[in-house]
């Protein structure tokens, strides 16, 4: 065997950085649950005694905190001062959970998803499921916190409105349901933007649904959504003007047949807004860090998820639009297109 040792280096310096990112998960959530980003947002330049006094926590692991912080491009470090500072972007990204571009979600639902490690190892040998229920109960929670940026940024602004004629609805006063609603972040934005329109969200979690029920009452729009457990090809109601299914189609067992339930449940002229992660139709059009990260969490999440389920289609979370366009119009919808998208999101649309 005759190994290149350039190569060699290359793969060993990935498996290093690959190494610490195992380890900074963990220490971002940290840094998220004690409110060391916010503190350090909120108070400029800090020696790690002065962010330790300010969070009510210990220097010495914060001094730890703080530089293995720094030495990820996360946090940055004037050795003149010995002091710690965030830059505009790394504030915007770590401290303010109204961004865009929040990300300690993202952290908190990898590590929930990584905590069982053990149970999918004994899947691998299998070949059975893990439903969405079995994982510990941060995935829910950092699943919505990771989401909830991209859609409060992009679902009113533009998702809906490059849908035809749906918006007008919506301001006119529809009826709606949205099909995998986990906490409700979706649906408490429409029913916020669209006071005229009624709003029903489906999951088949019931913990979720408990927590979307008191999230809409906190927001002040209880009045016009109503929370129930049901699963994608069983939700009740019919003549819905507008069906959405955020990031959750890739996951269900038979989402052909949730398709065809979403279709026999749409007015005639309704439509169904499919969102889910950006992908190609070809593993090599995948091969870059966001699918990387999209593989990983299929891997783990979704995947599993899938094979739980009655058929276990598996599609996986970099199906591809081509792959989905499929499972769609099989389910009876004559027209799908693809609507608009971002760097992270294709989102479709499909009529009957």
Not at 242 to 247: L, Q, R
């Amino acid at each position: 065997m005759s190994v290149n040792p350039d190569r060699l280096n290359e793969l060993l310096g990935k498996a290093v950085i690959d190494f610490g990112a195992t380890f900074h998960a963990a220490l971002v959530r940290i840094g998220d649950k004690l409110g060391l980003y916010k503190a350090l947002a909120a108070g400029g330049p800090q020696t790690p005694a002065e962010l330790a006094k300010a969070t009510g926590t210990a220097e010495r692991y914060v001094r730890e905190w703080l530089s293995n912080q720094a030495a990820g491009g996360y946090v940055n470090y004037d050795s003149s001062t010995g002091k710690f500072q965030l830059t505009e972007e790394q504030a915007f990204t770590f401290a303010d959970e109204s961004s865009p571009v929040f990300l300690p979600g993202a952290f908190q639902c990898a590590l929930a998803a990584v905590k069982a490690e053990e149970q999918l190892t004994e899947r691998f040998k299998t070949g059975a499921g893990m439903g969405w229920h079995e994982h510990h109960s941060d995935l829910f929670v950092g699943t919505e916190r990771f989401f909830r940026p991209g859609y409060a940024a992009n679902l009113i602004a533009s998702w809906i409105p490059s849908l035809e004629g749906v918006e007008e609805k919506l301001q006119r006063g529809g009826l709606v349901a949205d099909v995998g609603c986990g906490l409700g972040a979706s649906t408490i934005l429409m029913a916020k933007s669209y006071p005229k329109s009624k709003f029903l969200g489906f999951d088949y979690h019931d913990k979720s649904i408990e927590t979307a029920r008191q999230r809409a009452r906190d927001a002040g729009v209880g009045d016009r959504i109503r929370f129930e457990v049901a699963k994608a090809k069983e939700y009740p109601g019919k003549d819905y003007d507008f069906v959405t299914f955020f990031d959750c189609l890739h996951d269900m067992g038979d989402p052909a047949g949730a398709s065809s339930h979403v279709f026999s449940t749409l007015q005639k002229d309704g439509t169904w807004m499919i969102v889910e992660p950006f992908a190609g139709d070809k593993l090599e059009d995948n091969l870059h860090p966001l699918g990387r990260a999209m593989y990983g969490a299929s891997t783990l999440l979704c995947t599993p998820a899938s094979l739980s389920q009655e058929v276990g289609l598996a599609l996986g979370a970099q199906a591809g639009e081509t792959r989905l366009r499929e499972v769609v119009l099989e389910g009876g919808f004559t027209r799908f297109r693809r609507a608009t998208q971002t760097p992270f999101n294709l989102i479709f649309e499909a009529r009957p």
